[in-house]
């Protein structure tokens, strides 16, 4: 059985080649309809078929990776606007003389707990986080140098070598945090996988995050639904009709699914269709 692996959100789907017919860029121009499906995103015509579009990250994630990834261009935001409040204390603590109550060890501040339990698939973005730690780090032993220099009465150098290192460690951290937000935003390019029960026409589209490679399994390769309940895997109804079992590769596991148990709107009979351009094909 030859599949194509996808990712969504944290999880890999695998379906048949032979259910898909092609895949698409997706660029928000879905025609909404009513429909009480959360997941049901809207109408595309594919060869004057029209074609519902589900997202799959609701389906399986219980959230859409766009708003998982708003969530995390936000959290990004409030840890900056902790860094920047961090800094801005200290400078306030010396210049007044009063005693510094914020965490001094990095890994306690409130990006510190953050960053080091924060885990990501995402390479590109784990390679630019992994560029935090060091001026994170030089920010906070900061902190005991200009203290113990304005304790001893030399204000003046204090604050001399905190606004130097504002002008340069710190504004290294904020242009990380920045591009590690754009790095969020512009690595989703989600695409449609239009399938098909006939191998002719567009029966649904699934919206995921991205193709990841393509795999060959035996049918006895793939875990039985039946199996992976017993192990203690709990599957909402909508998940347990698409998934046919769970492929076991090296330390990943693909979940099977079958399209097909998603069932086409019966409104979308009167749906007028109307021309689109496909963008790619299998």
């Known amino acids: 059985m030859d599949l194509i692996n996808f990712r969504v959100g944290k999880k890999t789907i695998s379906l048949k080649i032979l259910d898909i017919l092609l895949t698409e860029r997706y660029e928000g121009n879905l025609t909404s309809l009513p429909n009480d499906n959360p997941s049901f995103m809207g109408v595309k015509d594919y060869m004057g078929t029209p074609t519902p579009i589900f997202d799959l990250g609701l389906i399986l994630n219980n959230q859409s990776s766009y708003d998982i990834n708003k969530s995390l261009v936000t959290m990004l935001q409030e840890r900056e606007q902790d860094q920047k409040a961090w800094l801005a204390e200290l400078e306030r603590c010396i210049y007044n003389d009063q005693p510094f109550t914020q965490a001094k060890d990095p890994k306690q501040s409130a990006f510190g707990k953050w960053y080091y339990s ?45 606004e130097k290192e504002k002008s340069t460690t710190f504004m290294k951290l904020i242009r990380l945090f920045e591009s590690a937000r754009d790095q969020i935003i512009l690595d989703h390019k989600p695409i449609i996988v239009f399938t098909t029960q006939d191998g002719q026409r567009p029966h649904i589209g699934l919206l995921v995050d ?36 769970l492929i076991k590769q090296g330390e990943h596991h693909s979940l099977v699914l079958d399209p097909s148990a998603i069932f086409r709107p019966d409104h979308l009979q009167d749906y007028e269709p109307e021309e689109t351009e496909a963008y790619g094909l299998f």
């Open 210 to 245: 991205q193709v990841e490679d393509n795999i060959h399994c035996d049918e006895s390769d793939i875990k039985s639904l039946h199996e992976m309940t017993s192990m203690g895997f709990e599957i909402d109804p909508q998940t347990r009709k698409m998934m046919k079992g």
């Open 118 to 162: 924060f885990k990501t698939d995402n390479d590109d973005l784990r390679t630019l986080l992994a560029r935090f730690e060091e001026p994170h780090n030089k920010l906070h032993a900061l902190a005991d140098k200009l203290l113990t220099i304005n304790a001893k009465g030399d204000k003046t150098e204090a604050l001399r070598l905190l």
